[in-house]
C-alpha cells in the first residue's frame, strides 16, 4: 500500500506538467492568432480556443488528476504568455498585440473569457 502512493504523488505531477506545458502552448497559440484575417475581417478565433482549451485543459487536470492544485496550475500556466506576451516589444518596435483597433478587444475578450471558462471549470 506505501508503494503505490509515490507512483500516484508521481503521476499526478507528469500529468500536471505535461497539461500545464499544453496549457502554455495553447496561451502562446491564441496571442499569435488574435490579429487573424480572413480576407478583410478579423477573425476571433482566439476567444473560441481560449474558452474550448481552458474548458478541457482545467476539467482534464481537475477529473483527471483528483487535484485542485493541478486545475490552478494549468489556469496559470495559460495566463502567463498570455499577459506577457503582448507586453514584449520585438526588436524592430513592433508588439504583437497593436492597441486602440479591433485587435485590442479581441485580445481582451480572449482574457475575460478564458478566465471566466478556467475559473468555472475549476469551481464546478
Known amino acids: 500500500m506505501a508503494d503505490s502512493l509515490p507512483e ?9 506538467a505535461f497539461l500545464g506545458a499544453a ?8 496571442v499569435f492568432l488574435v490579429p487573424q484575417r ?3 475581417a478579423l477573425v476571433p478565433i482566439s476567444i473560441v480556443l481560449a474558452i474550448v482549451g481552458n474548458v478541457v485543459l ?4 481537475r477529473r483527471g488528476l483528483n487535484s485542485g492544485g493541478a486545475g490552478v496550475t494549468v489556469l496559470g500556466c495559460w495566463f ?3 499577459v506577457l506576451l503582448p ?3 520585438r526588436s524592430e518596435g513592433d508588439v504583437l498585440i497593436p492597441g ?8 481582451l475578450g480572449t482574457l475575460l473569457c478564458g478566465i471566466v471558462a478556467g475559473l468555472v471549470s475549476l469551481l464546478k
Request: hydrophobic share 50%; no cysteine; aromatic share 8%.
Open 100 to 107: 486602440g483597433g479591433t485587435e485590442q478587444w479581441i485580445y
Open 38 to 40: 480572413w480576407g478583410t
Open 58 to 61: 482545467v476539467r482534464l487536470a
Open 23 to 30: 496549457s502554455l502552448l495553447l496561451g502562446v497559440l491564441e
Open 80 to 82: 502567463a504568455p498570455i
Open 87 to 89: 507586453m514584449l516589444p
Open 8 to 16: 500516484s504523488v508521481a503521476a499526478r505531477r507528469v500529468g500536471t
